[in-house]
């Protein structure tokens, strides 16, 4: 399946399955399921920037031109982008990612 075929699966597990998870918690979870049905993706582990606020360590996902962070609120703040969303929108919302390593989140049943 497209990421961007999955968009709203994935905002459905996200409300279904992470509300009370933090970043690692929710991209394994949605890295399961974006294994399950059939999305190429790749999980990280590094910073991520907003403004001028830093948060470290932090996980996500990212597929193709997509990222998959479902926790930057809890870190930046409302105003930070949050769920799936291009990486070309990342210059103008002011916000950026330093990946440290990538992360194999996908083993084991999460759902």
């Given at each position: 399946m497209r990421i961007d075929k999955a968009i709203p699966e994935l905002n459905m597990v996200a409300d279904?399955?992470?509300q009370e998870l933090e970043c690692d918690g929710s991209s394994h979870v949605l890295s399961y399921y974006m294994s399950e049905?059939?999305?190429h993706h790749q999980?990280?582990?590094g910073a991520v920037y907003f403004k001028s606020k830093k948060f470290e360590p932090h996980f996500w996902i990212e597929a193709v031109?997509?990222?998959i962070d479902f926790k930057t609120n809890?870190?930046?703040g409302e105003n930070a982008l949050q769920g799936v969303f291009l990486k070309s929108d990342l210059k103008?919302?002011?916000m950026s990612y330093r990946k440290s390593e990538k992360v194999a989140l996908t083993s084991g049943k999460t759902l």
């Open positions: 279904k399955y992470c049905i059939g999305v999980a990280y582990v031109d997509y990222i809890m870190w930046l103008k919302s002011k």
